[in-house]
C-alpha cells in the first residue's frame, strides 16, 4: 500500500465526523445500562461499560470512547484510558462470565494514558492482567476496532475469539507520528511510516491478525447507517458461531487464534526442511 493510501486511511479513522463507540452503542443497544467504576479507585470515563441486548440475547458491553465536543474530549479524556478504566472493564468482563453473557469490546483509541498518575497506579500492570484474563474468559469475546486502535491501550480489551475491523480504521503498536520520531526523528514523516507500519484492516486481514472487514460504503463519517447495518449483520452471525461452540472448544481456538500470531517461517528454512522430508 502505497504511503497516501496508508496515510488516508488514518486521517478517515480520525475523521472529526467518524461516529464514536457512543453513538454505535445506542444504535446497537437501545435498552443499554451503564454501569460504572473499578470498585478501587474511580470511575474512568474513557471506558463506557454496561448491558444491552442484541436480537433479544442479553451482552456485556465494553467501549473506549473518545467524545465528539471538545467538553466531551476533555471528560473522556480523549479515549485514553486510565489503569481503573482497564479495571473497570475486567471487573464487567468476570461479571459478563459469571452470568454467561458474550462481550463485546469496541476498540478506539490512540494510546492508554501516559501520565504520572496512570504509572503511579499501574498502567502497564493494569493492561498485561487484562490480557492475561480476557485470554481464559470462558464466555464469548468479539472484538471490534472502530476507528483507531493504538498499542496497548487497545491491547488491553482485544483479546477475544473474533476480531473486526471497520474498513477505515487502523490497528498499530503507536501512532504513525510515534512511529516516525522513533525510526526518523521526524514526526513529519508519519504518512510514510503509516505504509510500512501495515496498520490498515486490508494489512491485517491478510496478516490474519484481523478475521473480517466491516464495510463502510461511502464512510462512517458521511453515511454511518451503511457499516451499522454491515456490523449487525456480522455480529449475528459470529454469535451464532461462537455461541455453538463448548467452552473447552472455545479457549482452545482463542489460544492458538494469539498464538499464531507472527509465526513465519522463512523461505530458505522452508526449502531445507522440505529437501529433508524427501
Keep these: 500500500m502505497s504511503d497516501n493510501q496508508a496515510w488516508d ?30 470498585r478501587g479507585f474511580a470511575d474512568d470515563q474513557s471506558i463506557i461499560g454496561g448491558i444491552g441486548t442484541l436480537n433479544g440475547i442479553p451482552m456485556t458491553v465494553i467501549a473506549e ?12 479524556n480523549f479515549g485514553m484510558p486510565h489503569p481503573e ?5 475486567i471487573r464487567l468482563m468476570k461479571q459478563a462470565e459469571k452470568f454467561k453473557r458474550p462481550i463485546l469490546c469496541i476498540i478506539d483509541t490512540p494510546g492508554a494514558y501516559p501520565g504520572i498518575g496512570a504509572e503511579e497506579r499501574g498502567q502497564a500492570q493494569a493492561i498485561a492482567f ?6 481464559g474468559l470462558k464466555t464469548q469475546v468479539i472484538i471490534l476496532v472502530l476507528s483507531e486502535g493504538g498499542s496497548g491501550g487497545a491491547l488491553a480489551i482485544g483479546v477475544g475469539d473474533y476480531v473486526m475491523m471497520f474498513e477505515n480504521s487502523i490497528y498499530a503498536i503507536l ?5 516516525a520520531s522513533i525510526i526518523y526523528k521526524d514526526s513529519t514523516k508519519a504518512d510514510h511510516a503509516a505504509s510500512l507500519m501495515k496498520l490498515t484492516a486490508e494489512d ?15 464512510g462512517l463519517h458521511v453515511n454511518p447507517d451503511f457499516g451499522l447495518s454491515e456490523l ?21 481456538n482463542r489460544y492458538n487464534k494469539f498464538r499464531k500470531m507472527g509465526v513465519f517461517v522463512e523461505q530458505g528454512e522452508n526449502n531445507e526442511n522440505e529437501s529433508t522430508n524427501d
Design 9 to 38: 486511511k488514518v486521517r478517515l479513522a480520525r475523521h472529526p465526523k467518524r461516529p464514536t463507540s457512543s453513538y454505535l452503542i445506542k444504535e446497537l443497544f437501545p435498552d443499554f445500562i451503564e454501569l460504572h467504576g473499578d
Design 65 to 76: 470512547e473518545k467524545g465528539v465536543t471538545t467538553e466531551e474530549k476533555i471528560k473522556h
Design 85 to 89: 478504566g482497564y479495571r473497570k472493564a
Design 130 to 135: 487484562n490480557l492475561k484474563t480476557m485470554m
Design 175 to 179: 501512532s504513525p507520528e510515534g512511529f
Design 204 to 218: 491485517l486481514l491478510h496478516f490474519n491478525v484481523i478475521d473480517t472487514i466491516i464495510k463502510e460504503g461511502e
Design 232 to 252: 449487525k449483520k456480522e455480529l449475528s452471525k459470529t454469535m451464532k458461531k461462537l455461541t455453538s461452540l463448548s467452552t473447552t472448544k472455545l479457549l482452545s
